[in-house]
């Protein structure tokens, strides 16, 4: 099991920036693909970035060039950069760690944190 916690949401304009950050207990981050998803009211869950642990990063399309994602294996933490915000990217943000077990995908989520993009 691996416990994740997010911080760093929160209010901001358009136009801004935030960076979320996810600390893992339990297990290494350096055992999981590490990633972020985002759920906003009334719209399924959403990939937003993830990187492996040999370093492949992938980004949905509606974000790429404005979010960085990155990981500290050494600080088992993995963040999110979040530039140039639109009211569309409000959502609740999930960490994600997830591995490959024999033939299965195992996911574990954090609590999710609230993002609000306004003016």
């Known amino acids: 099991q691996v416990q994740l916690v997010e911080s760093g949401g929160g209010l901001v304009q358009p136009g801004g920036s935030l960076r979320l950050s996810c600390v893992a207990s339990?297990?290494?981050?350096?055992?999981?693909?590490m990633g972020w998803y985002r759920q906003a009211p009334g719209r399924q869950r959403e990939l937003v970035a993830d990187?492996?642990?040999?370093?492949?990063?992938d980004y949905a399309l509606s974000v790429k060039g404005r979010f960085s994602i990155s990981r500290d294996d050494s600080k088992n933490t993995v963040y999110l950069q979040m530039n140039k915000l639109k009211p569309d990217d409000t959502a609740v943000y999930y960490c994600?760690?997830?591995?490959?077990?024999?033939?299965?995908?195992?996911?574990?989520w954090g609590q999710g944190i609230q993002v609000t993009v306004s003016s």
């Open positions: 994600s760690a997830e591995e490959i077990v024999f033939t299965q995908r195992r996911t574990y």
């Open positions: 339990g297990r290494s981050t350096g055992e999981f693909t």
């Open positions: 990187k492996t642990t040999r370093g492949d990063e």
